[in-house]
């Protein structure tokens, strides 16, 4: 007899879906079907399956090739990589689960490392704009009940975020918007005519790079005041039938992604849709909310938040925490070559920094905690597969509205494999030893 | 002289680079799904490639070499797009203007085709870029 877990917790993406049903057999031994989830969240869930995984640490030797070790080894390796480092770079966190990131904290502080979270190349230039002016927020039950402008700029959550849309922002019936996807209007601002932006009631194909322009253009829109023909390659009539359109509801919220926190204006980008949103509430009510990407990114900022007052680029080097990103941050840090020793947990730099900064985690000792094989690992001194958090250990998870959520374990990891928060202990009280620390 | 042409290229997620990174980046659906550069049919045209040919994309910071196919989610005439992954972050600004964000959208890249030169795959190509020996 197959046992069905209901009500398990996606560990994918930001939205956090907890309505997955996943069927393990009798022994609790193997994950046999995953129901209810997106393409990209059942991946995750069989993958923990791949016959081909690697269940214990490996140590790259002079020949390239891969030693297998234990983990008491892998953690003295570790330990001792910290311990001797006199700039190590703790960075990921974020396919983790909050009692590993805490955990992870106390080892920063004892090696006195820059401890960053993968914000650093998603929303962290919203971390940024948020601690200018501040974030009038809600939470995706919200939108789900009372949404009916919603506005998607610079993200495609078809593709990035794919139940995001189906369960919170644009076809559930809600309290207020009983008739689904028939009480909302869709505002898509993007370059390109995404899978998203099909199905706008409004499609803004904005100039790459010219979000900016196109959010103080309809800033100016709201107020009904002059603007030149056409701004960030939108005619201006477009823009007021736009702002019309925003302003004309009774409850919205704009999402945002990557296509503003990566293009040239940045924070800046943040900044403007935040003043959007504030000017919007002079009319009807609005919010604003970043698609966090990773489902434990926003957990991650939480905790750092929470014992070190900053939400990522953390500095512990002189003993207490600075945050300054563009200085302690993780890809100026490796590009300046000051990282003298890497610590990669839940997360993938390798395929995600510019090469530049990956060849300067190449040059230095380094360890990669990851159940899977990445770029990282690749070239990783040490690999430590670890659990897979959410399918083979529970643990405390934010969504992207700062909802604290428990993930659910759901199926045996491999016979002798650790959880991060596992492996992390034995580091922590390895490294306390090393150093002296009572 | 190769024909080659100048565009704005951005890098993002797509649903099968999302399935592609949870089935594993070590195999060669990584590469199917985030090794290719979605270009504008104008785009491909200006450059005479036919669609599904290996090209060179070089920019300020890099170059590598990518298979191009017709834009899934155009039409972006002068803007191309590589799924998020190590392909992109060959090419890709990695200035970060003092915020810490790498500028991964809106770098100025050429084009050109490269019929005989690999598609590498992910974790290789990484290694190959850092000089990773490999046992």
New interface residues.
Partial sequence: MTKTFTDVICP?CGTLCDDIEVVVSDDGKKLLEVANAC??GT??FL?SQ?SDRVTRPRLR?A????KEISYDEAAEYTANLLAKAKKPLMYGWSSTNCEAQSVGNEIAEISKACCDNTA??CH??TL?AVQDIGLPTCTLGEVKNRADRVIFWGC?P???H?RHMSRYSIFPRGFFTGKGQMSRKLVVVD?????T?KMADVHL?VE??RDYELLNALRIALKGEWLPDSVAGIPSEKIREAADVLKSGRFGIIFFG??V????S??HNIDEAIALTKDLNEYTKYSIMPMR?HYNVTGSGEVFAWQFGFP??VDLTRGFARYN????????LL?RGEVDAMFTIGS?P??????????A??KVDSVCIDP????TS??SKLHVPVAFNGVETGGNCYRMDNVPIDCRKVVEPPEGMLTDEQFLLKVRDRLKQLKGVA | MAKSITVNLISGRTIQQGVAIESGKEKPSYRTACGIIEMDKADLKALGAWKNTNVKVTSAYGSVVVKAIEATQGPHPGVAFIPMGPWANLVVSDNTYSTGMPTFKGTPVTIEVAVNEPVLLGIELVQKQCGVIVG
């Fill in positions: 994918f393409v990209i991946e995750k993958h791949a030797q020949d390239g090739s891969w650093a190349v962290g230039t940024i495609n078809a593709h990035a794919p370059p390109r005519c995404t899978d932006a194909q790459q790079g990557m296509g926190t990566q293009s040239l940045k924070n990407g990522y680029s990103p563009g200085d302690s941050s993780s890809v100026d590009m993938d390798g395929a995600h920094f510019p090469i530049s900064a990956v060849k985690i190449a899977h094989l990445t770029p690749g070239v």
